[in-house]
């Protein structure tokens, strides 16, 4: 199952995340780019580092139209999801005219767009629509996906030359998991000893930190405390991404 990203709705909390950070940065550079340049960029990496978490905030910011594809979608359905974000209350029965509406509501908005889990609209092979969109409009475009999404989308060599800038999303730091423990903690002090171990063990996914620390406070205060160090918390599990090895 994939993991799901925290949400994260306190700007206070949210800015000082490293990919939160980086997203932004990177939308605002597309959205201020020479008119003359491609309008798309790309923010990817493994599932749990936050990449929806940081898409949110960013739509929140340039009042983006963000779109999270389904892998059932087909390419009417991915058309008629965006025309809802959009608000638009007649979509068009057919795909070419769908697309239109999208296009002319993108054009005259001046509003980015967000394609989250765009690897499904790879793997359903309908990205020359969104490079139709994109050509058509201007729009910056951010485009949000796995790993692979480079290598998968070199099929398409006029979609993937179109990509003004690759921003990988990092894994979460200690500096991420100070901010996630501030803001999900505030009933039990955790140490920083324990959070270095938290963030060892959680190989760098933030949906992984928020769960570990989600486990140390509920256990720290089911025993009756609001302290716990990582001598206290000693070999009690915590998420490494495996199942429990079963017991003999």
Known sequence: MMQQSPKINSHATLAPLRNVS????AMESVVNRPSHLSGMIAFYGPAGYG????????????????????????QKAFLLNICREMGIQK??????ELAEQVSEQLASSGRPL????????????Y?????DLSDGTGAPILLIGEEQIDANLQRWERFHRRIL????????DMSDAECLRDLY???????????TKVVDVSNGSISRIVSNLDRIQRNTLTQGNNTVNAEQWGNQRLDNGRSPSRRG
Do not use: M
Request: charged share 25%.
């Open 185 to 195: 903690c505030k009933s039990v002090q955790i140490a920083d000893d324990l959070l």
């Open 114 to 125: 967000i394609i989250d889990e765009f690897d499904h609209v790879i793997k359903k092979g």
């Open 91 to 96: 979509p068009a029965k057919v795909i070419y």
């Open 22 to 25: 980086s997203c932004l940065i």
């Open 127 to 131: 990205v020359e629509l969104v490079r």
């Open 51 to 74: 990449k929806t978490t940081a898409a949110i905030f960013v739509a929140n910011e340039f009042r983006a139209y963000h779109v999270e594809v389904k892998s059932t979608w087909t």
């Open 165 to 172: 800038d690759w921003i990988p999303a990092q894994p979460a």
